[in-house]
C-alpha cells in the first residue's frame, strides 16, 4: 500500500517548456487534489477534482491545467512553464470532502 | 477570504522546553486540522478538532479548538528533537473540498 505517490521528484525547465506531473492513489479516494507549497505561504490548493470526472479551480489556477485520467490518477500540467511557478508541488487525496487529507512527498520544480 | 495566520513563525528551543503554537482566523471553520511536516515529505495529520472548546490530547501535544472555532493552539510538553519540524494548520469547512492552510510554524528541538 503506497499510499500518494508522486513523479517526478525533481525537475528543472526553462522559462516556457512544459511538463506534466503524475499522480496516483490507492486507497481508492474520490477526491484528489494539487497544492504548491511556497516559503511564508503555506499550501496553496491549485485545482481539485471531487469525483472522477469533475475537476474546479482552486485558489491559484492560472497557469495550470489537470486531468482526472480515472480514479486512481490525477495530472497536474504546466503549458508554459514560468519562474514564478519555481514552488514544490504537492498532491493528495480524501475519501471525502471533510476527511483527513493524505499527502504525496512532493515534486520540486525550478523554473530558470 | 479566510485565512489562517500561525504564530509564531519559526521557534528555537531546548529539548525538554514546554511550547505552544498558534493558528487564529477572524473566519468560522467546521473543523481545524494540524499537520505535521518534515523536510523532503508531505504534510502528515496529527489531529482534527471538530467542536469548539474542544481539547485533544496525543501523547506528549495537546491540541485546543476555541470555543467559537476561528482559532486553535498545539501545546508540546517536554519537546524533543524529533518533535522538530513544520506544523501547519488547516481549516475547513463542511461540504467543501477548499481547505485552508496556515503558513506554518518551523520548529526546532535543541538535543
Known amino acids: 500500500n503506497a499510499g500518494v505517490t508522486q513523479t517526478p521528484k525533481f525537475q528543472v525547465l526553462k522559462t516556457g517548456q512544459s511538463m506534466t506531473l503524475q499522480c496516483a492513489q490507492d486507497?481508492?479516494?474520490?477526491?484528489m487534489y494539487w497544492y504548491r507549497q511556497d516559503p511564508g505561504m503555506g499550501l496553496r490548493l491549485i485545482y481539485y477534482?471531487?469525483?472522477?470526472?469533475?475537476?474546479d479551480k482552486g485558489e491559484v489556477p492560472n497557469g495550470y491545467n489537470v486531468s482526472r485520467l480515472n480514479k486512481r490518477e490525477f495530472s497536474l500540467r504546466l503549458e508554459s512553464a514560468a519562474p514564478s511557478q519555481t514552488s514544490v508541488y504537492f498532491c493528495?487525496?480524501?475519501?471525502?470532502?471533510?476527511?483527513?487529507?493524505?499527502f504525496g512527498p512532493g515534486t520540486r520544480l525550478l523554473v530558470l | 477570504t479566510q485565512l489562517l495566520e500561525q504564530s509564531p513563525q519559526f521557534l528555537s528551543i531546548q529539548e525538554g522546553e514546554n511550547l505552544t503554537v498558534y493558528c487564529n482566523s477572524s473566519?468560522?471553520?467546521?473543523?481545524l486540522q494540524w499537520y505535521r511536516q518534515e523536510p523532503g515529505e508531505g504534510p502528515v495529520l496529527l489531529v482534527t478538532?471538530?467542536?469548539?472548546?474542544e481539547v485533544k490530547k496525543l501523547k506528549r501535544l495537546t491540541f485546543q479548538f476555541g470555543d467559537a472555532r476561528k482559532d486553535s493552539s498545539l501545546h508540546i510538553t517536554a519537546a524533543q528533537p524529533g518533535d522538530t519540524g513544520l506544523y501547519l494548520c488547516?481549516?475547513?469547512?463542511?461540504?467543501?473540498?477548499?481547505?485552508?492552510f496556515g503558513a506554518g510554524t518551523r520548529l526546532f528541538v535543541k538535543a
Open positions: 478538532v471538530v467542536t469548539g472548546g
Open positions: 473566519s468560522v471553520f467546521s473543523s
Open positions: 477534482s471531487a469525483s472522477e470526472g469533475t475537476t
Open positions: 493528495a487525496s480524501t475519501e471525502d470532502s471533510e476527511e483527513t487529507q493524505y
Open positions: 486507497m481508492n479516494h474520490n477526491s
Open positions: 488547516a481549516g475547513g469547512n463542511t461540504g467543501g473540498f477548499k481547505t485552508i
